[in-house]
């Protein structure tokens, strides 16, 4: 399939940006968003974006299969592991979904559209209309592709013209899904550019920023620190920093039946994009007390890492990341040698999976890439203190509870600081409703005009 | 090879063995791995958390006959085990990593017997790499732009410069330790100090040998820098930097930090050496010989005989082909009472006759353990 060079990020090798160039582009955008964009209805958008997400789930979708074809080379993941992630993302995304995460963020889809009361607005007697940025800017930061499609989305239900400004190497998919739209709706693909360039060049950005209306970002802390201190005053900032994410599996759970189900539900989770995203489980906390200790468990999932690998195999890894797993697994295996609680299981003849089981609640960064530590712990309180180090940095935890015992656990995660609790296996398959790190992912990017009505007098 | 020898005499054998391969000629491949396989056979008895170690392996010393198949203990295990035969009450000294408050450092433990080989060992390489012209014997003047062993007794970098320091460059005029010891553990360079070191060597003619790790060679230079000042260093100085940043100073690459000392300090970068050594090993690795030519092509690496350099697999395990990458495991032979097969945790390319150092394979051992997630972040970022 031939892609024409429609975005920025579509010409080979790159163009030669510049700022004035970057400034232009933003003009144009917010001219064809006044044309194409302001006045459609949140029903015609959410039909629109719900068939290209069913579109893409076609296996021969001409999208999809570039995506599967090029992705592997350029993002590092297998064919299947893609493949995978691009079925639970674009399965998340139905009718239904939008009109859900709609609803939810505005009270009603029609408040995009004119001002409108709900129940609470008509007792005080006014109505009220919620406006998307003129220009929203994305500048996105990792390899996963469902973030930067996700932030396109929103921002077409926000009506905002919408400029995107991909980490180097990382647009393919973000790309493609545009390029899907533009083909059922080229007036509002027109709306929409994506370029790609090193973080950092300056002038590039300072030519952006000072376009932006509002600007979403995710990325390292200090990426995000400095784009913000570059940001003009009068624009609004809403910022994804780096999470972690963590699985909990109650003793109950350690049983014959329970065990191969919530294992294979834990390696999925571990698979998925390679345990590089932020909602990926960097460590499970595993209760002890029940049937099996969880150092069954551990084993357990380790048979799962495996026979994942068959099916979903992990993507080569570059050597230095190579390099870092194998360091990790020298160290434990020196005390696996020497400490009575320490086991490691790994892949044979390769680094694909790494799983550990070791009687250290601390939490500690896993180096992704499917390596995970099993960590027996008493309960939830115990768990918590480990994972003090990162409070306030968990996203979400995968849960494996009965359910006598999930309000109980879910109360106490959230009032730690917890944003996202899910059940173990659905992990990287947040629903499109997904208050992102605990925000309205949506509500965030309006801003609301009320009309206090004058029909008292 | 059915008995055990004992430690200290084979301690001896490694002595003599260095000194009979010091000019870097006569490769004894028999002799390296005779004595490789004793070490690990008496390492094997003597060294408890190292035995369970090979034992989980299923490796052990009545089968091994190549000293390629000994087993490495990753260095980072320094800092959680007693990787020693030493008893307690036969230590007398113990080297740690660099290390600050927050994290634990490794711990390399050492007796006389111990310590007396180091110095030889590191003494003959030294002199190979810094010294090829016997100029220490000469008038040279020895600055190290590190504490001296009172103020930093358990770093084996200081150890190292007050050893391969020549007894006969003695008075503060012709030997000087020039930083001070921070309360956090870093070390601070005394800029004054180190200053009016090199200026008084102008003055008398003297050459200069600068020892000291990469962010101490910045800081020095920044202070010339903010004076504006430019010394020219006599002929025949050089320079010996070792180790990464950690944090300590801004990042430089090494071409910029040559550039600079030339520049700032009259050292031409043919008489810039770059040695690669950790607490964890008794011998060092350099990069060049002062004042030969430069060769093409990235610095590379070569220990001594008595300390081979292997760059293994990630996933095999084996040795890669020369131009590949992996993680560089060394055989040093000067290590007798602790382990000998140590793999580093660093990333290189096997050259034919060394390694290039890629650096330290990210997220792991300390930095990886003690940094918070938004400084880890590679490609996984964003849900």
């Keep these: ?175 493609l899904f545009a390029h899907s739209l533009r083909e059922v709706a080229p007036k509002l693909a027109a709306t929409i550019e994506i370029a790609e360039w090193r973080g950092g060049d300056e002038p590039l950005e300072a030519a952006l920023l000072a376009q932006a209306n509002c600007v979403t970002a995710t990325g390292r802390d200090t990426t995000l620190a400095s784009l913000r201190q570059r940001l003009p005053v009068p624009a609004r900032w809403v910022s994804y920093g780096h999470r972690v994410s963590v699985g909990y599996v109650t003793h109950e759970m350690l049983s014959s039946r329970m065990l191969p189900e919530i294992v294979q539900a834990a390696a999925r989770d571990v698979a998925a994009w390679d345990q590089l995203g932020c909602l990926s489980p960097q460590a499970f906390y595993v209760e002890s007390g029940g049937r099996f200790p969880p150092e069954h468990f551990a084993e357990a999932l380790a048979g799962a890492m495996e026979k994942t690998e068959r099916v979903q195999p992990a993507g080569p890894p570059a050597p230095e990341t190579a390099a870092a797993i194998a360091a990790r697994r020298r160290i434990y295996e020196l005390r696996a040698a020497n400490l009575s609680h320490t086991r490691l299981w790994q892949s044979p ?11 250290d609640p601390d939490f500690k960064p896993s180096c992704g890439h499917r390596f995970v530590p099993v960590k027996p712990v008493a309960n939830l309180t115990e768990a918590l203190k480990g994972l003090d180090p990162v409070r306030g940095q968990v996203s979400t935890v995968g849960l494996g509870a009965p359910g006598p015992r999930e309000t109980e656990l879910v109360t106490g995660f959230a009032r730690w600081g917890v944003t996202r609790i899910c059940p173990l296996g659905r992990m990287q398959i947040p629903p499109l409703s997904w208050r992102h790190d605990g925000r309205p992912s949506l509500g965030d990017l309006l801003l609301w005009c009320d009309w206090e009505s004058s029909a008292r007098w | 090879m059915n008995r055990t020898e004992p430690l200290a005499d084979l301690a001896g054998r490694v002595k003599a063995f260095i000194r009979c391969t010091a000019d870097g000629v006569a490769l004894c491949e028999d002799e390296f791995t005779a004595l490789a396989l004793r070490l690990f056979q008496a390492q094997f008895e003597q060294v408890e958390p190292y035995r369970r170690f090979c034992l989980q392996r299923g490796v052990g010393p009545e089968a091994t006959t190549r000293w390629q198949s000994v087993p490495a203990v990753p260095a980072e295990g320094f800092k959680e085990f007693e990787l020693t035969a030493l008893a307690p009450e036969e230590r007398v000294r113990v080297f740690h990593s660099s290390a600050t408050s927050t994290h634990r450092p490794s711990r390399h433990f050492h007796g006389p017997g111990s310590l007396e080989l180091y110095e030889v060992s590191l003494g003959a390489w030294f002199e190979r790499h810094l010294l090829p012209d016997a100029a220490g014997e000469t008038g040279m003047r020895f600055l190290a732009l590190t504490p001296d ?95 990464g940043y950690k944090g300590r100073s801004r990042e430089v690459s090494r071409r910029e930090l040559h550039a600079w000392i030339t520049r700032r300090l009259g050292i031409a970068p043919e008489w810039i050496v770059g040695e690669y050594g950790m607490s964890e090993l008794g011998s060092q690795a350099y990069n060049h010989v002062a004042g030969q030519a430069l060769r093409d092509g990235p610095p590379v690496f070569r220990f001594p005989p008595w300390g081979r350099a292997r760059v293994i697999s990630p996933d095999t395990g084996d040795e890669v082909a020369p131009g590949a990458t992996g993680l560089v495991q060394v055989f040093d032979l000067a290590n007798v009472w602790s382990v000998m097969a140590v793999e580093t945790g660093d990333l290189a390319r096997r050259f034919d006759d060394g390694f290039e150092l890629l650096g330290r394979a990210p997220a792991t051992g300390p930095r990886g353990c003690s940094l918070m997630p938004s400084d880890l972040v590679g490609k996984g970022e964003g849900p």
């Design chain 2, 149 to 243: 062993s009172t103020a930093a007794p358990h770093s084996s970098l200081v150890h190292m410069f007050e050893a391969v320091i020549p007894k006969s460059a003695a008075g503060p005029d012709r030997r000087c330790f020039a930083a001070r010891v921070n309360p956090d553990g870093g070390w601070r360079l005394e800029a004054k100090q180190a200053l009016g070191f090199l200026r008084n060597a102008v003055d008398a003619g003297d050459p200069v040998c600068l020892l000291g790790p990469a962010f101490s060679h910045v800081h020095l230079l920044e202070a010339l820098e903010a004076g504006g000042e430019a010394l020219r260093l006599p002929m025949g100085s050089r320079l010996m930097e070792t180790g």
């Design chain 1, 1 to 175: 399939m031939m892609l024409p060079d429609y975005f920025l990020a579509d010409v080979p090798g790159g163009p030669v940006l510049t700022p004035q160039l970057v400034t232009d582009a933003c003009i144009t955008l917010k001219q064809n968003r006044t044309r194409h964009l302001v006045d459609r209805t949140t029903a015609e958008l959410i039909e629109l974006l719900a068939r290209v997400a069913g579109d893409w789930l076609e296996p021969d979708n001409p999208f999809r299969r570039r995506a599967l074809e090029e992705g592997p080379g350029v993002m590092g993941f297998s064919r299947e592991t893609l493949n995978a992630g691009l079925d639970d993302f674009f399965g998340s995304v139905t009718e239904e979904s939008l009109r859900a995460l709609v609803t939810q963020d505005v009270g009603h889809p029609h408040r995009l559209e004119r001002p409108l009361a709900t129940e609470q607005d008509t007792h005080e007697g006014r109505r009220a209309l919620a406006v998307g940025p003129e220009l929203l800017v994305h500048v996105t930061g990792g390899v996963l592709p469902n973030p930067p499609m996700t932030s396109l989305m929103l921002g077409l239900l926000a009506r905002s013209a919408q400029f995107m400004k991909c980490a180097r190497g990382t647009s393919l998919v973000p790309r």
């Design chain 1, 349 to 359: 003849g390769s680094t694909a999976w790494t799983v550990v089981h070791e009687e």
